[in-house]
């Protein structure tokens, strides 16, 4: 069983910055795709950026050019560098990893416990 920690929610002001991370355990499972998603209050759940299987980068167009995704393999770890941070960016963000375990076909899909993130002055 894969577990996901993540970290570095908060409150800040308009316009500062946060770095997510999500800490994923699981020696043997193979990550193929990893993505940050969040929920606002009152809205459905949303990808905000993604990592695909070859590398490639996608973000929500509301948040391209402010934030990034990015991975370190080695340790596990995947972030959401977030800058210009504006109050509709104010939801629980949720990482997202997709994969296979070792010697299995099959597609598995973990997800974290949620971090809050508020904008506000």
């Known amino acids: 069983q894969v577990q996901l920690v993540e970290s570095g929610g908060g409150l800040v002001q308009p316009g500062g910055s946060l770095r997510l991370s999500c800490a994923a355990s699981?020696?043997?499972?193979?990550?193929?795709?990893v993505a940050w998603y969040r929920r606002a209050p009152g809205k459905e759940r949303e990808s905000v950026a993604t990592?695909?299987?070859?590398?490639?980068?996608n973000y929500e167009d509301s948040v391209k050019g402010r934030f990034t995704i990015s991975r370190d393999s080695a340790k596990n770890t995947m972030y959401l560098q977030m800058n210009s941070l504006k109050p509709e960016d104010t939801a629980v963000y949720y990482c997202?990893?997709?994969?296979?375990?070792?010697?299995?076909?099959?597609?598995?899909?973990?997800w974290g416990q949620g971090t809050q993130v508020t904008v506000s002055s």
């Open positions: 997202f990893i997709g994969g296979t375990y070792v010697g299995s076909p099959v597609q598995l899909n973990y």
């Open positions: 990592i695909t299987s070859s590398g490639r980068t």
């Open positions: 699981g020696s043997t499972f193979r990550i193929n795709a």
